[in-house]
C-alpha cells in the first residue's frame, strides 16, 4: 500500500510543461527529504532532484534550468514543475521520502506517474 501519491503526468509535446505532485502523510513528509527519480525502458532508475526539510533543493545536470522542485508543508505535498520538456524526460517519475537523500533506496516509495513527451 503505496503512502506516497503521485499525479500530473501524461503526454506532452516537446517544448511544454507538466507538474506533478506527491502528497505524503503529515508523519512522513515532515520528517524526510522528499526526491522525485525517474526510470526509462531499459534504464536504471535515477534522481531527478530533491529537497530538504528546510527547502534546499538538489538537482541531476540534465534537469537543472528547467525543472522546479517545492513542498508545501502545509499540504503535506510535494512539487516537480518540468518545462523544456526533452523526448529523453520521457520515463515512470517515482516520489520518495528517506531521512536523508543518500538513503533513498530504503526510504517510501509512491506508484509512479508516466511521463511521456512526444516529438
Known amino acids: 500500500q503505496a503512502q506516497l501519491v503521485e499525479s500530473g503526468g501524461g503526454l506532452v509535446l516537446v517544448g511544454g510543461s507538466l507538474r506533478l505532485s506527491c502528497a505524503a502523510p503529515g508523519h512522513i513528509f515532515s520528517a524526510n527529504v522528499m526526491g522525485w527519480y525517474r526510470q526509462a525502458p531499459g534504464k536504471q532508475r535515477e534522481l531527478v532532484a530533491d529537497?530538504?526539510?528546510?527547502?534546499?533543493?538538489n538537482y541531476s545536470d540534465s534537469v537543472k534550468g528547467r525543472f522546479t522542485i517545492s513542498r508545501d508543508n502545509a499540504k503535506n505535498t510535494v512539487y516537480l514543475q518540468m518545462n523544456s520538456l526533452k523526448p529523453e524526460d520521457t520515463a515512470v517519475y517515482y516520489c520518495?521520502?528517506?531521512?536523508?537523500?543518500?538513503?533513498?533506496?530504503?526510504?517510501?516509495w509512491g506508484q509512479g506517474t508516466q511521463v511521456t513527451v512526444s516529438s
Open positions: 520518495n521520502a528517506a531521512p536523508r537523500s543518500s538513503w533513498y533506496l530504503y526510504g517510501y
Open positions: 529537497i530538504t526539510t528546510g527547502g534546499s533543493p
